[in-house]
């Protein structure tokens, strides 16, 4: 059975820090690119970030772009996301998805992407 299980969600006020992870069963995680995805309350999908399957390469939308970092551990099959300087406006539900690794359309839909992970939750509130 595929999985994508992420973790490291919560609250964090203006400015601090969160280290989201996102580990992967049943399939061969090494061979895949592979995205994070958020959704803010009310609103659409939007992507976030991507990196390609050795590693090697990596995209960030604008709105994230200096702030937050992907990168994974193939051997723990493992994605991260650090983020730093958080917004308010960062809050969202946080997904993890398997799909190609450049830089997408800001608004994206579920099917762009493979297999999906169940998300997990960040605020970002004073």
């Known amino acids: 059975e595929v999985q994508l299980v992420e973790s490291g969600g919560g609250l964090v006020q203006p400015g601090g820090s969160l280290r989201l992870s996102c580990v992967a069963s049943g399939f061969t995680f090494s061979y895949y690119d592979i995205n994070w995805v958020r959704q803010a309350p009310g609103k659409g999908l939007e992507w976030v970030s991507a990196i390609n399957s050795r590693g090697g390469r990596t995209y960030y939308a604008d709105s994230v772009k200096g702030r937050f970092t992907i990168s994974r551990d193939n051997a723990k099959n493992t994605l991260y996301l650090q983020m730093n300087s958080l917004k308010t406006e960062d809050t969202a539900v946080y997904y993890c998805?398997?799909?190609?690794?450049?830089?997408?359309?800001?608004?994206?839909?579920?099917?762009?992407?493979?297999?999906w992970g169940q998300g997990t939750q960040v605020t970002v509130s004073s």
């Open positions: 998805a398997t799909g190609g690794a450049y830089v997408h359309p800001p608004t994206v839909v579920a099917g762009d992407f493979g297999y």
